[in-house]
């Protein structure tokens, strides 16, 4: 999960101040022989949950604690005033921190004016949530849209109709604005910042929905996860008789017992990708090219030993808390969609090779929200209950939508931020004079 610079755990301050050249090569040793990503990347772009991160994270530390002598800009000594010491690495509890590097363009297209459908699969559907959930049944109403939910029992599917309808127009979706695509006449072409990025809402309770009987490790085709969430919004595209595919995003937001198996297995909140044929061993084969989709699992769900692994009380403590995850994965998703919907992916090889990815980072293939997940969650992992969020620049915090509701987000990588050195922003957390 990416790469680092060298002194990862220095106060950001300090980061931005020393800049990027002094610890260029160190930086890129460490990236490229420890923690770094493959640059193209022809799988789905995987968000990885809070236990996933820590250990990225604390790789890192480890590399920067063998290094002997430390490397500049740390002193000789490897000292630094207090509360800080041994080449800044802090007194107080460790943090997750950005991943510095700006973003960079690879030639893909970007959604100029996004467009994100919500898909509720399969949650009316016998078996969707386990017997004796409190159930209980909604009409969700945003704007003109409205779908119908028989069963919504911790009110996560109206949660996250309610975030993307109110995240456009916002400081923190306006952090995308930077970024662009070259159009054919060669101009740049930025993404805007629309307040109706929801243009659709769908409770599709006729195909088969429970990918709890799949595996990513199944042959393409039904039974494969990716597969059928593929042709899920494949199905979308034709309901919603969407004819612009480039701006669109069809999230596809699982109920509990039918949600992603390998999500706890393998460690991830959700992910986004498109639907390129020939590619990620021919998952993608037979179904409509061109599809930006989100794989939205139930979140709530993702656990280890009775903690929330997805942003459960990330931000907020309590009730307030409970659904923080919807609004921080579904908005790192949706957001990554929009900068680089191609998801990294490359047709062909050598001089041939056609890169479909929009921004990402060159040293490790992060994207914007890769970049900023999870800062300021402590190393020691999730509290239940929370918050555990610690207050440093760029950490994750609440937003208020276009129609005054608060919502959990994090940070997003924003090449503009730090006088052009690069840092996460858009959460209110963002560094001073920033």
Known sequence: WGGALVNPQMPEENQMLKGRSLAASLALAIAGGLLAASIASANPVLMPTVTKEIASQKAIVAAHQAINPPAPPCPETGMLPAPFSNCGLPEAPATTLPYPTNMAYWGGHVQTVPKVYVVYFGWGEPGAFPAGSKCKSEKILEGALKAALSCDPAGAGERMADFVQQMGGTEWAKVSTQFFQTGTSGAEEHITNPSDVLAGLWADNTAPADLSKTSAENEPGTGNTYSDLAAEAARAARHFRVKDLANADFVIAQPQSFSDPNANASGYCAFHDYTEPGLEGGIYNGITPGISYTNMPYVLEINSEGVNLCGENAVNAGPEGKLDGESIVLGHEIEETITDPGAEDIVGSGIEASKLGGWYDTLDANENGDKCAWVGEPLTGPVPGGPQVLPIPGAMGDI???????????????????????????????????
């Open 400 to 434: 208020t939508g276009n129609a005054g509701k608060t919502f959990a987000v994090q940070s997003l990588w924003s090449n503009e931020a730090a006088g052009g050195t690069g840092y996460c922003a858009g959460a209110g957390t963002d560094l001073p004079g920033a």
